[in-house]
Nanobody
């Protein structure tokens, strides 16, 4: 069982940066791949980034590649998403999630946080 709590969302101007964090409870955190997803109003939840259990491999959606960076600290049971060069179209609720495999589909992820709002003004 893994419980996830996101933080770090907020309001930022276009071109700015935010760092999201996800704190996990449970002794098995380091055995899970972790992902970030987002959902804008009226749209489906979409993949943003994922990282393997060891942190040795990452993957990103094309829309965020080169601007966002996912990382994890297994000693602290946290996964982070550094977001730079934010655009208004990045506005969404951001969720972290845990999966046994590093996949990009929502149905592959077993555990989800409650989400944190990111709003980018133009």
């Amino acid at each position: 069982q893994v419980q996830l709590v996101e933080s770090g969302g907020g309001l930022v101007q276009a071109g700015g940066s935010l760092r999201l964090s996800c704190a996990a409870s449970g002794r098995t955190f380091s055995s899970y791949c972790m992902g970030w997803f987002r959902q804008a109003p009226g749209k489906e939840r979409e993949f943003v980034a994922a990282i393997t259990w060891s942190g040795g491999d990452t993957t990103y959606a094309d829309s965020v590649k080169g601007r966002f960076k996912i990382s994890r600290d297994n000693a602290k049971n946290t996964v982070s998403l550094q977001m730079n060069g934010l655009k208004p179209e990045d506005t969404a609720v951001y969720y972290c999630a845990a999966s046994r495999r590093m996949l990009v589909t929502t149905n592959a992820y077993e555990y989800w946080g409650q989400g944190t709002q990111v709003t980018v003004s133009s």
